[in-house]
Nanobody
Framework: QVHMVESGGGLVQAGGSLRLSCAVS????????MGWLRQAPGKEREFVAR????????YYANSVKGRFTISRDNAKNTVYLQMNSLKPEDTAVYYC?????????????WGQGTQVTVSS
């Protein structure tokens, strides 16, 4: 079983930046595709970014493309989400996800989440 702990969330003004981290333990990190998804009250869950096992492939939701960057450090068992030009609509709980492939429906193991709040 893979275990994930997210960190880096907080309160930021619109236009600001945050960097989320997700520390992964329990299994061989490099064998997992990773992703970040978010859930805001009253809104559907949304996968904002996904990355393949070797970082060779990355995918972004249209809502964050050009503003968010996903990356991973296999030596540190950590995946990151750099979020720039934040908007109030980015406010949500952000979850780290792991799975056997980079396809969203295969990213089935989640962390506990970290709150991101963007004030206008």
């Amino acid at each position: 079983q893979v275990h994930m702990v997210e960190s880096g969330g907080g309160l930021v003004q619109a236009g600001g930046s945050l960097r989320l981290s997700c520390a992964v333990s329990g299994r061989t990190f490099s064998n997992y595709a990773m992703g970040w998804l978010r859930q805001a009250p009253g809104k559907e869950r949304e996968f904002v970014a996904r990355i393949g096992m070797s970082s060779s492939s990355t995918y972004y939701a249209n809502s964050v493309k050009g503003r968010f960057t996903i990356s991973r450090d296999n030596a540190k068992n950590t995946v990151y989400l750099q979020m720039n030009s934040l908007k109030p609509e980015d406010t949500a709980v952000y979850y780290c996800a792991a799975g056997s492939t980079v396809v969203a429906r295969d990213l089935v193991s989640w962390g506990q989440g970290t709150q991101v709040t963007v004030s206008s």
